[in-house]
């Protein structure tokens, strides 16, 4: 008779709490993936969200693709229109060869802005991480009017936010040929990993698929020619700083930095850097390393939420 009472009891506490819970609306069911054809190239991404709400790019970095920003979109998607693209080189994009299609930042920008020309897309605020900052500069600077407002997460435009690694690469760019060990040790899987660990005190929430991932993307036939021109071009964004910056005194754009302040690549001096030209920004040093998304995401999201709800 007890355990026929218990048992009697426990399915009418189930019922109850079955008849209270509400099914959450999934904030991923507007997301789709695309493939489309950008002078000649096949360029890949991501969108979500209502396409007559306001647009956020999002630009990923090295050596990742918008597949870094597949937790992030869905809980931007509710409220914005999102499009993640990958450069060409990188991701679910065609990496041609060196000899048919130049790796520089210059020709990344230039793609990635015919794709949202493409896209009939000419308004949006930009997300900009590491190789999408220097990427969406340019953009920036090429056409002013028609960037709403800037979100920066561990993406520099100042020599204060150089680590120590720099001064090493620094010698690749002087002399490529001289110094392949650069090369070596920057394509590696010791730091395609660091990348992502580096600076963290939660080394349990990071998945290792993202990283072994991204190393198997780099190992492919190819791939080295590509990321070694990138990285020698690379040096073009640091003399830009200068004129980036100007840019940024001069057209004042809302902008939200959302930094990872353990990152040993762009470090924490960079973040704060900003107020020099944008004595409005908001600075949010996090306690993440330069893959901030990996263990901040819904803290990120929550910035981006308020922040872009000031500035619509």
Same mark, same amino acid.
């Given at each position: 008779m007890?355990?026929?009472m218990?048992?009697?009891?426990? $399915? ?6 079955? %008849?209270?819970?509400?099914? $959450? &609306?999934?904030?991923?069911? @507007? ?9 000649? !190239?096949? $360029? #890949?991404y ?10 956020? *790019? ?19 998607? @509710?409220?914005?229109?999102? !499009?993640?693209?990958? #450069?060409?080189g990188?991701?679910?994009?065609d990496? &041609?060869?060196?000899s ?22 000419? =308004? ?10 220097? *990427?969406?500069?340019r953009?920036m *600077? ?13 993406? =520099?435009v ?10 090493? $690469?620094?010698?690749y760019?002087?002399?490529? %040929?001289?110094?392949?060990? !650069?090369?070596d ?6 730091? @395609?990993?660091?990348?992502?660990t580096?600076?963290?005190?939660h080394?349990?929430?990071? =998945?290792? +698929? ?26 073009t ?8 910056q ?11 930095v ?10 924490? %001096?960079?973040?704060?850097?900003f ?15 330069? #893959? ?5 995401? +819904?803290?990120i ?12």
């Amino acid at each position: 008779m007890k355990t026929q009472m218990l048992l009697a009891a426990s $399915i009418m506490f189930m019922t109850s709490l079955a %008849a209270q819970i509400t099914p $959450i &609306p999934s904030t991923s069911e @507007t997301t789709s993936y695309h493939r489309i054809n950008v002078d000649g !190239v096949g $360029i #890949f991404y991501r969108e979500a969200g209502p396409k007559d709400a306001p647009t956020i *790019v999002l630009l990923h970095g090295f050596p990742s693709s918008s597949r870094e920003f597949d937790s992030l979109i869905p809980l931007l998607a @509710t409220h914005y229109h999102l !499009v993640a693209p990958d #450069f060409p080189g990188f991701g679910q994009s065609d990496a &041609p060869s060196p000899s048919s299609y130049t790796y520089t930042f210059d020709h990344l920008a230039s793609t990635t802005n015919d794709l949202l020309e493409q896209l009939h897309i000419d =308004n949006y605020a930009l997300y900009l991480h590491d190789y999408g900052g220097p *990427v969406g500069f340019r953009i920036m *600077v090429a056409h002013p009017d028609r960037v709403r407002a800037l979100i920066v997460q561990n993406a =520099n435009v100042y020599k204060d936010g150089l680590g120590p690694k720099w001064a090493g $690469i620094a010698r690749y760019w002087a002399d490529p %040929a001289a110094h392949p060990e !650069v090369l070596d040790a920057f394509l590696s899987l010791s730091a @395609t990993e660091h990348r992502h660990t580096a600076g963290t005190q939660h080394p349990e929430r990071y =998945n290792p +698929d993202t990283w072994t991932d991204e190393y198997a993307h780099l190992s492919r036939p190819g791939q080295r020619e590509i990321q070694g021109a990138l990285l020698y071009d690379y040096r073009t964004n640091a003399a830009s700083y200068p004129a980036w910056q100007a840019w940024l005194r001069e057209h004042k754009p809302p902008t939200l930095v959302a930094w990872g302040k353990n990152d040993p690549s762009f470090i924490a %001096a960079g973040a704060e850097a900003f107020k020099r030209d944008l004595p409005d920004a908001e600075i949010h040093l996090l306690d993440a390393g330069h #893959f901030a998304l990996d263990e901040k995401n +819904d803290e990120i999201a929550t910035l981006i939420l308020k922040f872009m709800a000031k500035h619509p």
